[in-house]
């Protein structure tokens, strides 16, 4: 099992940018594929970015690709989410999430979950 601790989240202005950190702990960061994900109000947990073990790939959900970047650190065992652009509808809370899984994609296939950092956005 590996922990995970998001922090970063706060209000911003629309048009603004955050950077979201997750930091690891517990067992070997490096060995995880890390995911990005997001919770509004009412709403299911969806998917929003991911990067395998290496950083060789990144994948992104089709509402966030050209504003959202995610990248990490395996020698600080962190992960980041860079957001630009803010929108209101990105209001929600950010979650991290750790797997082995190649569903990087599918909120299922992530074990290990930080406890999320709330991100709003104001018009």
């Known amino acids: 099992q590996v922990q995970l601790v998001e922090s970063g989240g706060g209000l911003v202005q629309a048009g603004g940018s955050l950077r979201l950190s997750c930091a690891a702990s517990g067992r070997t960061f490096s060995n995880y594929v890390m995911g990005w994900f997001r919770q509004a109000p009412g709403k299911e947990r969806e998917f929003l970015a991911a990067?395998?073990?290496?950083?060789?790939?990144?994948y992104y959900a089709a509402s966030v690709k050209s504003r959202f970047t995610v990248s990490r650190d395996n020698a600080k065992d962190t992960v980041y989410l860079q957001m630009n652009s803010l929108k209101p509808e990105d209001t929600a809370v950010y979650y991290c999430?750790?797997?082995?899984?190649?569903?990087?994609?599918?909120?299922?296939?992530?074990?290990?979950w930080g406890q999320g950092t709330q991100v709003t956005v104001s018009s």
């Open positions: 990067i395998t073990r290496s950083s060789g790939n990144t």
């Open positions: 999430a750790a797997t082995t899984s190649i569903r990087v994609s599918q909120r299922s296939a992530y074990g290990d």
